[in-house]
């Protein structure tokens, strides 16, 4: 019922700058939370930002300073900003969005997208 598209990852030197896009479609009346993930090879998925419907922000303490997440409620979209970035950024990148409320009022659980990568050169 819904999915998750994200869209904008690439190669980048170190120092360059990236956005990434998550799109959300489907029948879809509210999302309360999304959040932007990250997995580098051989470790654990983190959590990088999220945004609120309310539009609070939140941010791991690595990328405070550098990444920007926003949202476009009317396109459904939230976005990533990543400056400044480092070879340490290098993962694939997914989007997640919970508390999801459907078209009938039926709320629906995490739903995932299937990740973009970003490689970070030095």
């Known amino acids: 019922q819904v ?5 904008g990852g690439g190669l980048v030197q170190s120092g360059g700058s990236l956005t990434l896009a998550c799109a959300a479609s489907g029948s879809i009346i509210s999302i309360n939370v999304v959040g932007w993930y ?3 090879p ?7 930002a999220d945004i ?4 609070r922000t939140s941010y791991v ?4 300073g550098r990444f920007t997440i926003s949202r476009d409620y009317a396109k459904n979209t939230v976005y990533l ?3 400044s970035l480092k070879p340490e950024d290098t993962a694939v990148y997914y989007c997640k969005a ?4 459907v078209r009938g ?15 970070v050169s030095s």
């Open 98 to 101: 919970s508390n999801i409320i």
């Open 3 to 7: 999915q998750l598209v994200e869209s």
């Open 38 to 40: 990250r997995q580098a």
């Open 81 to 83: 900003q990543m400056n």
């Open 105 to 119: 009022g039926q709320r629906i659980g995490d739903t995932w997208g299937q990740g973009t990568q970003v490689t």
């Open 42 to 48: 051989g470790k654990q998925r983190e959590l990088v």
């Open 52 to 55: 609120t419907s309310t539009a």
């Open 61 to 64: 303490d690595t990328v405070k």
